[in-house]
């Protein structure tokens, strides 16, 4: 069937793919909101704009996420750049950037935030987009990823946001691009990890939909050790953390049956933390917040 409006679109695909999918594919190619779409059924298409529907069509029916077809992805109210090298920003990483806004809000104290594996730098971004802070500058941000591809589209993420100048993006493994300057830094303040680390298992790896497993990077998907290999390694390089007057929060994202275990690893870690869970909007355990004060009287470990 020739596809010569957006409505014989919308019919060739009709029950094949997601109306809202592809009402975004047709917007995309036109380059116009999806309001123009859903308001101009007879809006009559080019043969270039029929081509370039009919090839994203055949993309999105070959299981490819819409997020990688069109380049892009709403996180926390904002546009992010992404390409194959990078998670596509989920929805209950969003939590993770309110949690974190909460800690620093109307605080005096100088904060340093640091984003470990920060793929296309939404969870950093948004935060130092919605940084209210009074004094910006007492905020420091950072990110780390272990690739360097991923690490190219935060920081032009970081860029269209306008916040290119206030993190700094280091390539490395996890915490270690950072591990010899934490004498210099963070005495007095209060350190706050975000982390959305690899953390399936091999297991529920193998089970997730076609979409994740034939598009999104797996070493930004799994983790050995039941998917917590990437976590125990994080808590290790803290041991190495200096026992300064700091607040430290560390907040993670996890999948919900690894509740019980993190309740039996991290007190080995940090046996004076103070632990708690957190639900996502499905009702599912998938956050962990986990809070140690130091001093020089009570050093962290
Ligand atoms: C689950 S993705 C999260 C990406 C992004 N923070 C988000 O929430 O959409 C995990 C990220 O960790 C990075 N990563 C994997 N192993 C790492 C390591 N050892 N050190 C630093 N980053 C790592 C991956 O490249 C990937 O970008």
Redesign the pocket.
Known sequence: MEIKTISDSQKKYFQKIDSLDLELLIAHTLEKPREFVLAHPKYALTRDQELRIENYAKQRLNNEPLAYIIGHKEFFGLDFKINKN??I??PE?EQLVELAIQEIKNKSQKSIII??????G??IISIAKNNKQRAMNDVKFYA????SE?LKIAKQNATAHGVEKKIKFLR???LAPLIGNWKLEIGNSRMIILA???YLSKEIYNSTSPDVKNFE?K???VSAHAGLA?YEKLFKQLKKFPAANCKLSIILEFSPEQKPLLKKIIPKYFPKAEIKFHKDLCGLWRICKINILSSRKNPLF
């Open positions: 990078t998670l920003p989920r990483t984003d470990v594996g920060t793929g296309s939404c969870i780390t990823d272990i690739s991923a490395g493994n996890l959305n680390l690899p990077p070493s930004a998907l990437h």
